[in-house]
Nanobody, 122 residues
Framework: QVQLVESGGGVVQAGGSLRLSCAASGRTFSPYRMGWFRQAPGKEREFVAYIRWSDGSTYFTDSVKGRFTISRDNAKNTVHLQMNNLKPEDTAVYYC???????????????WGQGTQVTVSS
């Protein structure tokens, strides 16, 4: 089984930066992707980014392109989301998740962390 734990959330002013981390433990399988989703109150969970573990290729939703980056540390089974130039609309609970598919659809991700709150003040 896979357990995912997010960290690094907090409160930041618009234009600031945060770095989220997601540590995976337990059984891991390959190939797979690790992604980030976010959910604001009253809204559906939305895709943010994923990274393909095997080659490090990445994909981002349009709203964060140029501002967010995703990376991995293979030795530590950890994925990071570097968020720069944060905007109030980025405020949400951010979740780390894993899948073995090339997908941005939340229901196709199998394992989820508990989430970490990101609040961007204007």
């Amino acid at each position: 089984q896979v357990q995912l734990v997010e960290s690094g959330g907090g409160v930041v002013q618009a234009g600031g930066s945060l770095r989220l981390s997601c540590a995976a433990s337990g059984r891991t399988f390959s190939p797979y992707r690790m992604g980030w989703f976010r959910q604001a109150p009253g809204k559906e969970r939305e895709f943010v980014a994923y990274i393909r573990w095997s080659d490090g290729s990445t994909y981002f939703t349009d709203s964060v392109k140029g501002r967010f980056t995703i990376s991995r540390d293979n030795a530590k089974n950890t994925v990071h989301l570097q968020m720069n130039n944060l905007k109030p609309e980025d405020t949400a609970v951010y979740y780390c998740a894993s899948t073995n598919r090339a997908t941005t659809m939340a229901h196709l991700y199998n394992y989820w962390g508990q989430g970490t709150q990101v609040t961007v003040s204007s």
